[in-house]
Structures are given as C-alpha cells and as structure tokens.
C-alpha cells in the first residue's frame, strides 16, 4: 500500500512540475496534466500489480519505478500533443465570436 501511495504522490507531482513548466499552461486548467499524470501512473502500478511482478524477488522494483516514469511521461505527452490542438480550436472559437 505503500508503494501505491508512493507513487500517487510521486506522479502527481510530476504532473505539476510539467504544468508549471509547459510554457502555453495558460491555456488549459491546473489540474489536466497532473491529473493525467497521476491516472497514468496509477494504471501502470494497477497493471504491475496484477501480472505478478512484485512477487518476483528480482523485479520488485519496478512496481515503483516505472509507474513514476510512466505518469511524467503521460503528461509530457499531453503537453506536447492535446494542448496544441486545444489552443487552436479554442482560438477558432474566439474568432467566430469576435466575428458576430
């Protein structure tokens, strides 16, 4: 239970540390990348936890370590990805407002 409180905690701090570092954070919430983030590495611990890594004495590791890895690099994903399309649409959006 440690582990998964560990790495709840661990990815969701991750996430914050990419959003306050994506320079367009402006644009979308507070809580989208962290949140990201956070579901990423939680899902990756869940999927570690039932193929039956952490009983294998030499690959317990893993069921803290990737799901760290896996949830940064979820929200680095988004950044790079989703934000983008978000900001184009919501700008196309404006203008058809501005224009009526």
């Known amino acids: 239970m440690l582990e998964l409180m560990l790495a709840a905690v ?3 701090s991750a ?3 990419v959003w306050g570092a994506d320079p367009r954070r402006r644009r979308y919430g507070v809580l989208l990348l962290p949140g990201i983030s956070l ?3 939680l899902t990756a611990w869940i999927l570690l936890q039932f ?3 952490p009983v294998t004495p ?7 370590a990737v799901p760290v890895m ?5 929200a ?3 950044a790079l990805v ?3 399309r978000r900001t184009a649409r919501d700008d196309a959006e404006e203008q058809r407002i501005l224009r009526l």
């Open 51 to 53: 193929s039956g890594i």
């Open 15 to 17: 996430g914050f540390i």
């Open 82 to 84: 989703l934000v983008p």
């Open 39 to 41: 579901a990423a590495g």
């Open 76 to 78: 680095v994903t988004a």
């Open 70 to 74: 896996a949830g940064p690099a979820a």
């Open 10 to 12: 661990a990815t969701a």
């Open 58 to 64: 030499g690959l317990m590791w893993l069921t803290w």
